[in-house]
């Protein structure tokens, strides 16, 4: 036993060498490398995004695209690599960290770079690249974005009158009905996420904003939410065995649930025997919607930063975005750029929805304080007014 | 115990040379861990302790001055109370229900018993898979409308009410470490020679007796070990409060852990400097119960 | 504590006893096989729904409905399994290696050799216990990234050559075993090397078999540094957890697959366990103290 653990030994010590002569390797200097990182959304997405950037190497033969994916904490693996001044050379940016990210000095600012390409933004929703923008300063291009829409299950609805509600007297009515015909055995009408990210549309709707929380219409929105669920007609996802009110609507636990682009590929996989419609979200005072997107940016410390920027450019404009969009998984953020059929629900939100993250460099750590509190005031545990007043200072920092 | 007989007593130089051969061992033989452990611990750890003076970025150091304003924020912080106390009650909870379901197991699994090899595997399946796929199979089990709750006829989300939240959390690690906490105290019990079984057995000393007064005792250095490593282990708690508030501490800061606050304010809020702050808060926190430990169970060890 | 000859103590006769002892040990086979079927349930779950559609492996219980083994082609086709075992294994073997050795000496030194600033060193060795990962990974992972290890394996093995856990581990066991053996090394004159490469390594088995199986099973699960190490441009480096984090979507999990790679990266640390676990034998102490 010894002696076999000696020649072990001298092994692993050779093996241990050998391992740290092992290195990556290195391309040819007349190509530039030019390394693109995400996180991966799903198999479909990844294998459409490398096709994407392989058309991309074919039409510029002085550029290699390295595009690998991060599976795990994004956010973490990122901050490690900007401390190090080591980064990936264009990487997405969730417009909810945005604006921290750019006041931490990490984003490379575009402005120059669009002035000298005579690059032309005007063709992005405004609202999407504001939620980049910081002042004057562009730190990124939205390469895709959805809001939030209504995905309503066929059979249920029509055991209540088969008519989708627009407001928010119709939503209630319709629960109401399916209520007292227990449509969902056992589940709720309606699944409401415990989560600023979906409660916010609302506070937009009747007529309030993230900038004055503080407001009669914040309130009254809150109100409205939380109380959809002391009715009994609405209530959240833990509570009807699901992780998400995909699931729950999936699993036939919940009638009504707002959620959006992305629950499409997963009803499609995971439950494709459900039938359910995509209907507009409803509105109150006013149409209220919020636009989740994402950024390509560029990094401070890119050692490319030319070719990156032909890259990023390149992705976000009309070529990379048409094919990107191609599959329906993204909606477009350009309005040059035609979404594929079915997709009316969400685009009719365009001009209601407000970029979610509104460039605030204080946001994702007010958002934790958001939903703790949200939780609380659910429970019955803190009352709306100290919860607004909670959100009003944490935005401030 | 034999006593080593002694040679006549060598002149003073060659003694003292004898100790200082043996202190150039002892150094040489921890030279290498104690690097590692300069070089990934405590450098590190000093440079935390120097940026929580400061406000720090990701780039670096940010305008202003130095001082303990990171200390004052965190300790007067009401979400960094609330994750000690979650964390007093998770640690409390969670590592004498490890220990006694882990010293259970090895003492079963100890006797020759029928089928032993299975249930030594059996028992230690839930400590092999990684802690994200067991707490993924726990979530969807402990639904609301999970296996368990299928079982016992309720409809509690367990791992989502802020009520039950730690506990259930006290109640699959304690699960999940039991198989590992099994095998240290099996390697311990290997290292009490069965003399001292057979001097209890012609005592006709009954089982729990021979348990308590003999074996109980002779495990003290590992029940040393598993207080302090899983103790420590258990005040770090981030995994699976992660996995299961979803990263935010919630519902209602139910899942807060210390760490879990110090990873969002560096990597959420890119204040380094005070998650530096909580870091060392957490570090005395943690020192000071070691050594408590140390000085109670762990007297009477040295060589 | 005396030396004494085994003397098999006659059991007296009591009427009855026989079959209360079988009852006694029936219902005791009984409680540990319950709780055996609990604590592998989730595993049979696993494998079960390794063999399910994806729609259905949503469903709770244990047969597939239909049966297929398409997650099974999936991950083997693909995913580049194969790799990621091929990476794990070289890590798990070449850290569990250099954790042995290193983990062994120290903790031998802790344990039996007197050096000035031992019992303070000891303490800073509990002390690297304290900090957690999160509050070091940026200092670590500048250094390492100034040093050029970022793209290779040789970073990770260097941050894991040795931790406190196994050291302070060997020095419990260590300490366990009576001084008798070591002074009777050192009146045959043997060095400290020689006492513990003949003497004090042969009796701590059990403790260096645990050492095996939870070093490699801690490095073959290891998700969070090989993540922050080789998780962005380096996919040839990947290990098995990363593999598996690849079947981890936001909105759409890959139940099936996600099972199958579980079942795939359980299976070596099984086999592990198997090999290993058969050292815990008693006696192996006692053994040598009588000879």
């Known amino acids: ?397 | 115990m034999a006593t080593a007989s002694q040679a006549a007593p060598a002149p003073r130089s060659s003694m003292l040379g004898a100790r200082l051969r043996e202190a150039g061992w002892g150094y040489g033989f921890v030279a290498v861990p104690i690097v590692v452990f300069g070089l990934f611990f405590v450098y590190p750890f000093g440079y935390a302790i120097y940026i929580s003076f400061f406000h720090w970025g990701i780039l670096g150091k940010q305008a202003g001055a130095a001082g303990t304003f990171n200390y004052h924020a965190v300790l007067h912080d009401r979400v960094f109370h609330i994750a000690l106390k979650n964390i007093a009650e998770y640690t409390i909870g969670v590592v004498p229900l490890e220990m006694a379901l882990g010293l259970s197991l090895a003492l079963v699994i100890n006797q020759k018993i029928h089928g032993r090899n299975f249930f030594r595997s059996a028992f230690y399946f839930p400590s092999i898979a990684s802690s994200v796929a067991i707490t993924t199979i726990m979530l969807y089990i402990f639904n609301s409308d999970g296996l368990f709750n299928h079982i016992i006829g309720s409809h509690t989300p367990w791992f989502q009410s802020a009520g039950t939240a730690i506990w259930s959390l006290v109640g699959l690690n304690a699960w999940t470490t039991s198989g590992t906490v099994m095998i240290y105290y099996l390697a311990g019990l290997q290292a009490i020679s069965t003399d001292v079984y057979e001097a209890a057995a012609l005592d006709n000393t009954g089982a729990w007796r021979t348990f308590w007064k003999i074996t109980f005792p002779l495990l003290r250095p590992a029940h040393f070990f598993v207080l302090v490593v899983f103790g420590i282990g258990a005040l770090k708690l981030f995994d699976q409060a992660f996995i299961v508030g979803g990263g935010s501490g919630g519902p209602n800061n139910a899942t807060q852990t210390p760490v879990l606050y110090i990873y969002r304010d560096a990597f959420s809020n890119f204040d380094f400097g005070k998650a530096a702050a909580a870091g060392v808060v957490l570090f005395v926190i943690i020192f000071t119960l070691t050594l408590v430990q140390r000085l109670t169970v762990g007297r009477q060890e040295a060589a | 504590m005396t030396l004494q000859t085994s003397v098999a103590a006659a059991e007296p006769f009591i009427p009855g006893r026989a079959r209360s002892a079988i009852a006694r040990k029936a219902f005791f086979y009984v409680v540990i096989l319950a709780v055996a079927a609990v604590f592998f349930i989730p595993f049979l779950w696993t494998l079960a729904t390794s063999f399910k559609t994806i729609p259905d492996s949503v469903n709770v219980h244990l047969i597939p409905h239909p049966w297929t083994s398409s997650a099974w082609r999936a991950i083997w086709t693909q995913y580049d399994f194969k790799l990621y075992i091929k990476n794990s294994l070289f890590l798990a073997v070449v850290v569990t290696g250099c954790n042995l050795v290193l983990s062994g000496l120290g903790g031998y030194a802790f344990a039996r050799l007197k050096f000035p600033g031992r019992e303070l060193l000891f303490l800073l060795v509990l002390g690297t216990l304290m900090v957690p990962d999160q509050l070091r990974l940026i200092p670590v992972f500048v250094m390492l990234t100034n040093w050029h290890l970022i793209g290779s394996f040789s970073g990770y093995i260097l941050i894991n050559l040795v931790t406190a856990t196994n050291l302070f581990f060997m020095r419990q066991y260590f300490l366990t075993i009576p001084k008798d053996f070591e002074e009777a090394a050192k009146l045959d004159g043997a060095g400290p090397i020689k006492t513990f490469w003949k003497i004090m390594l042969p009796l701590a088995l059990p403790a260096i078999s645990a050492l095996v199986i939870l070093q490699f099973q801690g490095t073959w699960n290891d998700f969070f540094w090989p993540l922050i190490l080789f998780g962005q441009g380096s996919p040839h480096l990947y290990t098995v957890q990363l593999g598996l984090a690849e079947l981890n979507f936001t909105y759409s999990t890959l139940w099936p697959q996600i099972c199958a790679g579980s079942v795939i990266a359980i299976l070596p640390i099984l086999v592990v366990f198997l090999a290993f676990q058969r050292y815990f034998i008693s006696g192996v102490v006692s053994a040598g103290v009588k000879g």
């Open chain 1, 1 to 397: 036993m010894r002696k076999r653990l000696g020649v072990v030994l001298g092994l692993l010590i050779a093996v241990v060498l050998l391992a740290a002569t092992a290195q990556a390797g290195t391309r040819g200097s007349k190509v530039t490398t030019v390394t693109l990182s995400g996180w991966s959304s799903g198999p479909d997405e990844d294998a459409l995004l490398q096709q994407v950037v392989n058309n991309f190497n074919k039409s510029h033969p002085s550029i290699h695209v390295d595009y690998s994916v991060i599976n795990g904490d994004y956010g973490t693996a990122m901050t490690a690599r900007f401390a190090a001044h080591n980064p990936p050379d264009v990487f997405y940016v969730d417009s909810s960290v945005a604006g921290s990210w750019a006041q931490q000095g990490v984003l490379q600012p575009l402005n120059g770079y669009i002035k000298s390409s005579k690059y032309d933004t005007s063709k992005f929703f405004p609202s999407l690249l504001g939620a980049f923008t910081v002042g004057k300063t562009i730190y990124g291009f939205p390469k895709d974005w959805s809001p939030l829409a209504m995905e309503i299950n066929k059979g249920m609805l029509g055991q209540a009158g088969g008519r989708a509600p627009t407001n928010w007297a119709s939503l209630q009515k319709v629960a109401q009905t399916m209520a007292s015909k227990d449509v969902t055995h056992g589940g709720k009408p309606i699944c409401l996420s415990p989560d600023w990210a979906r409660m916010l549309a609302f506070v937009y709707q009747a007529g309030g904003s993230l900038s004055n929380i503080t407001s009669p219409a914040a309130a009254a929105a809150v109100n409205f939410y939380v109380g959809l669920m002391n009715k009994g007609l609405a209530t959240t996802p833990d509570k009807l065995g699901s992780g998400w009110c995909g699931e729950a609507l999936g699993k036939g636990k919940a009638a009504i649930i707002f959620e959006g682009n992305w629950v499409l590929p997963y009803m499609k996989s995971t439950y494709p025997n459900v039938q359910y419609g995509v209907f507009p979200m409803v509105k109150d005072k006013t149409g209220g919607n919020l636009a989740f997107t994402v950024s390509y940016s560029l990094a401070k410390d890119s050692k490319n930063k030319q070719a990156a920027w032909t890259l990023l450019s390149w992705l976000a404009g009309k070529q990379g975005m048409t094919q990107w969009v191609s599959k329906g998984l993204a909606l477009p953020s350009r309005s040059d750029v035609k979404a594929i059929g079915g997709r009316q629900a969400f685009l009719s939100a365009a001009p209601f929805a407000h970029g979610w993250g509104f460039g605030n460099p204080h946001f994702s750590a007010a958002y934790t304080v958001m939903n703790n509190d949200l939780t609380a005031v659910i429970a019955g545990s803190k009352s709306v007014a100290s919860m607004l007043s909670d959100v009003a200072s944490a935005l401030k920092g």
